[in-house]
Nanobody, 115 residues
Framework: QVQLVESGGGLVQAGGSLRLSCTVSGTIVSSKRMGWYRQAPGKQRELVAAITSGGSTNYGDAVKGRFTISRDNAKNTVSLQMNSLKPEDTAVYYC?????????WGQGTQVTVSS
């Protein structure tokens, strides 16, 4: 059974930084595309960043140059370093992967950026 558990969210002032982690069990992060998504109140869930099994990364336009996705193969985790945070980054952040024709999501972690 694939399980994703996010951690690291919290309250931060605009301009600050946070690092989110996704601990993965039931699959190997280096063999899968791993993604971070977010959903703000009243808005659709959107892609924040993703990393493929080959190590290629892509980012949502709103976070390019500020956020960095990475993975730790030894710990089987995926992280999202978020710098220069803005109030519009406030959302619940979710870790995601796709295994055997099924999408898996974590429970989400709240990120709140105050102005």
């Amino acid at each position: 059974q694939v399980q994703l558990v996010e951690s690291g969210g919290g309250l931060v002032q605009a301009g600050g930084s946070l690092r989110l982690s996704c601990t993965v069990s039931g699959t190997i992060v280096s063999s899968k595309r791993m993604g971070w998504y977010r959903q703000a109140p009243g808005k659709q869930r959107e892609l924040v960043a993703a990393i493929t099994s080959g190590g290629s990364t892509n980012y949502g336009d709103a976070v390019k140059g500020r956020f960095t996705i990475s993975r730790d193969n030894a710990k089987n985790t995926v992280s999202l370093q978020m710098n220069s945070l803005k109030p519009e980054d406030t959302a619940v952040y979710y870790c995601n992967t796709y295994v055997m024709f099924k999408d898996y999501w974590g429970q989400g972690t709240q990120v709140t950026v105050s102005s």
